[in-house]
């Protein structure tokens, strides 16, 4: 049975780490209850360690003692919408926590040029599904009011047609296999109700589950004489991998029924639902939901009886059940 791997951060202390246990959360756990950022002043790199590696890399400016460049590793919780203010909100998420659920506590916050990359042992380790994306705190205060370098998204009429982009580049092997646009905040619609500016998580889904390296562009329609004057940062947290999801919500209410399923199978949330997959124990997606609002359905009829494992995505967070199918 091709089961994926325990996933857990090497921050601090070595971790004896289990070949044959489910996806663990991703990021959680990785600072120490006295520390609420990393970001490289103390020398560290970020690593997950497994059969591969995947690496976060950042650069501590030492001259100028400032995080230049790269990720820093954060559990800050402050996402309240207000003038920006570079020092309360730099490693802030816009969604006030990480994706697993209010109570989490750890996300990476990265700048424009970031870039993470696995290293695999063997040719099958570490399949990438995908991982979830939302504006830094520092970054959507911005948009929303503007500041002393950047302006107020849509202006003073509320028209302006702007927008703040992430581009998701992957490679492998050093050759370019996908690429991404996520839409961070977009005043473009015409009407202009729909415009917004993205403060929760977003998932992205891999094309090719092999990537080996992943970099991470932002561009903005308001730019100036030295560049792009929107904050160049973004979040990231719970990296999927095929099989089982690094993400386990486990305080939020759902119902799913009938247990065990026969004909279709239900799912109820008090979040309203992005997504719900029933998957096999090899790490193969069976079935996708129809979704509408807090409720989907899953029609399992044609799966054989046996064991299999629902994955649901909410706006509040994503968790993992074992189901059964009899007839």
């Known amino acids: 049975m091709n089961m994926v791997k325990t996933i857990s951060i090497a921050m601090l202390c070595s971790l004896a780490l289990s070949v044959n246990a489910q996806v663990a959360e991703g990021f959680e756990n990785a600072l120490p209850?006295?520390?609420?950022?990393?970001?490289?002043?103390?020398?560290?790199?970020?690593?997950?360690?497994?059969?591969?590696?995947?690496?976060?890399?950042?650069?501590?400016?030492?001259?100028?003692?400032?995080?230049?460049s790269g990720w820093a590793m954060s559990k800050t919780k402050y996402n309240t919408v207000e003038a920006p203010d570079y020092v309360k909100h730099l490693y802030g998420a816009a969604p006030g926590s990480g994706v697993e659920n209010a109570n989490a506590?750890?996300?990476?916050?990265?700048?424009?040029?970031?870039?993470?990359?696995?290293q695999r042992r063997n040719a099958n380790d570490f399949p990438l599904k995908g991982f979830y994306v939302s504006n830094s705190t520092y970054a959507y205060n911005s948009m929303k009011f503007g500041d002393m370098f950047a302006k107020k998204f849509g202006g003073a009429s509320g028209n302006d047609q702007d927008s703040f982009v992430l581009i998701i580049y992957c490679y492998k092997k050093s050759k370019p296999v996908d690429s991404q646009r996520v839409v961070l905040a977009d005043f473009r619609f015409s009407d202009s109700n729909k415009d917004f500016i993205l403060n929760q998580w977003k998932f992205v889904a891999l094309k090719d589950a092999y990537t080996d390296s992943i970099a991470f562009d932002l561009v903005s329609s308001d730019n100036g004489q030295f560049g792009m004057n929107t904050p160049a940062f973004f979040v990231l947290?719970?990296?999927?991998?095929?099989?089982?999801?690094?993400?386990?919500?486990?305080?939020?209410?759902?119902r799913i029924f009938p247990v065990p399923a026969t004909d279709m199978l239900n799912v109820k949330s008090e979040s309203e639902l992005i997504s719900a997959t029933v998957w096999d124990y090899s790490g193969k997606a069976l079935i996708g939901a129809v979704v509408a609002g807090n409720s989907a359905q899953i029609p399992v009829a044609k799966l054989p009886n046996g064991t299999y494992v629902l994955q649901v995505v909410t706006r509040s967070g994503a968790f993992t059940e074992t189901i059964q199918v009899v007839r």
């Open 33 to 68: 209850d006295t520390v609420n950022v990393l970001n490289g002043s103390n020398g560290s790199k970020f690593h997950y360690f497994n059969t591969g590696e995947m690496t976060f890399p950042v650069k501590w400016d030492t001259a100028f003692k400032y995080w230049a």
């Open 105 to 118: 506590k750890s996300f990476m916050v990265g700048q424009s040029g970031s870039f993470f990359f696995l």
């Open 237 to 254: 947290d719970g990296v999927e991998f095929y099989g089982f999801n690094s993400v386990k919500t486990k305080q939020q209410s759902y």
